[in-house]
């Protein structure tokens, strides 16, 4: 009787140990595979890289002198020319400055910081007119390559009084949306409760 007793009495703590076992390992599993989801998810949303919210046209007509001086600067030559200047501006978010993390056991992305609209690009197209040569002061290929750096930096200053960095910010929330899509996903959530949006906004996030 007590051999039948203590056979029962290892079936059952066998059983119990089987259990614990399969339970730590499946425990141990599903904690990896969140992991690993979490992983390819942050990768997923930083493999995005650069968005771009606005898109922004310039017309500037920009005069250009250039002007050398021979014999100890007794001589001078001067070339000039008007350029007309059309540029592209487009202004977006790097999304790898992103600051966020995973919540591994609720399934969140926590949303902590999102960054200020940047110029992502400024594609000018030069035209000229009313070219001028001086006398061993001529137009070369090289003046190209230098009159668009100055085409891009002008452009560049005109920016911050376009405008287009006022609207690059109220259309943050398109890419707070499209991070939220890539989550929703595998069935993540994101949590951007960090991140101070308006009333209006904050509406429109929760439709």
Not at 118 to 124: A, M, N
Not at 136 to 157: G, Q, V, W, Y
Not at 171 to 183: G, R
């Amino acid at each position: 009787m007590d051999s039948i007793l203590e056979i029962f009495l290892g079936l059952i703590l066998g059983a119990i140990l089987m259990y614990w076992v399969f339970s730590m390992f499946r425990k141990k599993k599903s904690k990896e595979l969140t992991e690993h989801q979490s992983t390819v998810l942050l990768e997923k949303i930083k493999s995005v890289c650069k968005l771009i919210s606005v898109e922004g046209d310039f017309a500037e007509i920009y005069k250009y002198e250039n002007t050398k001086e021979r014999f100890l600067s007794l001589v001078s030559s001067k070339k000039k020319a008007l350029v007309v200047i059309n540029a592209k501006a487009l202004i977006g978010y790097d999304l790898q400055k992103i600051l966020m993390h995973a919540d591994n056991d609720k399934k969140k992305i926590i949303l902590t910081n999102f960054p200020d609209p940047e110029v992502i690009s400024i594609e000018p197209e030069l035209e000229f007119y009313d070219i001028q040569n001086g006398l061993f002061n001529t137009f070369t290929p090289n003046d190209l390559t230098s009159l668009n750096k100055e085409a891009r930096k002008h452009i560049m200053e005109k920016i911050p009084e376009s405008g287009l960095m006022e609207t690059a910010k109220r259309e943050a929330l398109e890419a707070v949306l499209l991070i939220e899509k890539i989550v929703e996903t595998i069935g993540w959530k994101l949590d951007y409760s960090a991140l101070k949006i308006d009333g209006k906004q904050k509406k429109l996030l929760d439709l």
